[in-house]
Each structure stands twice: as structure tokens, then as C-alpha cells.
């Protein structure tokens, strides 16, 4: 079975801070990858997607991709409080269809 | 502003009820998709429609029956449900099931509580 993991935290890191997230998945297959901020009670909300092994910018957000590791990261650089929800990977599972699995999510915890 | 819309926000109702949800995307997308989200858990994907034409059933129970009149419209019809049933029932739409990497967007969802 295709597994996406990720520790569910919560991940707790001071205001300015660098905040790391990160997920595993199972199928080598997956080329296409993405990550979701949900906050309390609203829905998943697209921050970044990556498609290539390495780094890909966005503000203060980078996503890491690595293939051969099956790992794929995502940074939030400067933390604000307002970075405080639930942090979804989800993975495609390849074969040519847009079928996503989705991690249980990361708790991020931002404090002043 | 969301691209995708759900209504009702809230539902309540006994296991005896029927009631629908609604989904509606204004993004000109051809993909609808149907999940259920319970606490501390993984989306689950429920249904797919790729087309109006359903594409997926992840072997949902028959007291779920979806139906997607046209790529813009999606609706979850819902009979007997059990308690186990209450979630957060996420809609989504994507620009092809038939073309993998294509993000998909949310509509802010069901809350739905079943007595």
C-alpha cells in the first residue's frame, strides 16, 4: 500500500525561527509533489508544489525534493505565528493519473 | 475567495436522515474529487470524477452515492449514515485526472455530525 508519513508533532519553534517539516512515501514512482498548510476548522490551502530532485523557492518557503531518498521537506523560513496550522505532503502516485495520498499532516506551533 | 465552493458548512442529522452536499468550482477544471477528513488522520479519497465520468471509488460504502451532473457540479448524497461517518467531507477540483501533477484545490468543506 502507498504510504505517505509525517511526524504529527506538534512541531513547536520560536517567532524568526527556522521551521523544517518533513515526509517520506513509499512509491518510487511518485514524480510530483505538494504541500498544504490547513488551518483549525478551514480547508487544505496549496503553498508549494515541486517537481525536480533539490530546492525550489517561494518567499519563505522552500520545498527539498529528494527522489532517490523518497523524502521530500518543506522550510518556513522567519516563522510568524500566523504559520501556526497543521502542514499537509501529499504525493502523487503516479501511473499517469492525478491521484494524490496525503500524510496525516504536521502540527507547527509558532510562539512569540 | 475560494475557486471552490461547499455548502452546507454545517449538517447534523440522525442515521435515518437523507441529505446532500454541494460543490461547485469556478476554476474551469475537468477533475472533482470527493474526501473525508477525520481528526489525526490522513485525507481519505473517496471518490473521483474525471469528466462528469466517475474514474474512482475507494471502496466506499453505498450509503455515500456521489453524482457529478457536469465538470462544475458535485454532489454527495447521503442515507443512513453511522456515527463513524461524522468528518470534515472535503471537496476538490483539479485541471484532468488523465494528467498527473496538476494541483488540486479545496473547497473549505462539510462539517458533518451524524446522532
Known amino acids: 500500500q502507498k504510504e505517505v508519513e509525517q511526524n504529527s508533532g506538534p512541531l513547536s519553534v520560536p517567532e524568526g525561527a527556522i521551521a523544517s517539516l518533513n515526509c517520506t512515501y513509499s512509491?518510487?514512482?511518485?514524480?510530483?509533489f505538494f504541500w498544504y498548510r490547513q488551518y483549525s476548522g478551514k480547508s487544505p490551502e496549496l503553498i508549494m508544489s515541486i517537481y525536480s530532485n533539490g530546492d525550489k523557492e517561494d518567499g519563505r518557503f522552500t520545498a527539498q525534493l529528494n527522489k532517490a531518498s523518497q523524502y521530500v521537506s518543506l522550510l518556513i523560513r522567519d516563522s510568524q505565528p500566523s504559520d501556526s496550522a497543521t502542514y499537509l505532503c501529499?504525493?502523487?502516485?503516479?501511473?499517469?493519473?492525478?491521484?494524490?495520498?496525503f500524510g496525516a499532516g504536521t502540527r507547527l506551533a509558532v510562539h512569540p | 475567495e475560494t475557486g471552490v465552493t461547499q455548502t452546507p458548512r454545517h449538517l447534523v442529522m440522525g442515521m435515518t436522515n437523507k441529505k446532500s452536499l454541494k460543490c461547485e468550482q469556478h476554476l474551469g477544471h475537468n477533475a472533482m474529487y470527493w474526501y473525508k477528513q477525520s481528526a489525526k488522520k490522513p485525507l481519505e479519497l473517496m471518490f473521483v470524477y474525471n469528466f462528469k465520468e466517475q474514474t474512482e471509488n475507494n471502496s466506499v460504502p453505498s450509503r455515500f452515492s456521489p453524482e457529478c451532473p457536469n465538470s462544475s457540479h458535485l454532489f454527495l448524497h447521503l442515507h443512513t449514515l453511522q456515527p463513524e461517518d461524522s468528518a470534515l467531507y472535503l471537496c476538490?477540483?483539479?485541471?484532468?485526472?488523465?494528467?498527473?501533477?496538476?494541483?488540486?484545490?479545496f473547497g473549505d468543506g462539510t462539517r458533518l455530525s451524524i446522532l
Open positions: 501529499a504525493v502523487n502516485t503516479g501511473g499517469g493519473y492525478n491521484k494524490l495520498i
Open positions: 476538490a477540483s483539479s485541471q484532468e485526472m488523465g494528467r498527473e501533477g496538476q494541483p488540486q484545490h
Open positions: 512509491d518510487r514512482g511518485s514524480q510530483s
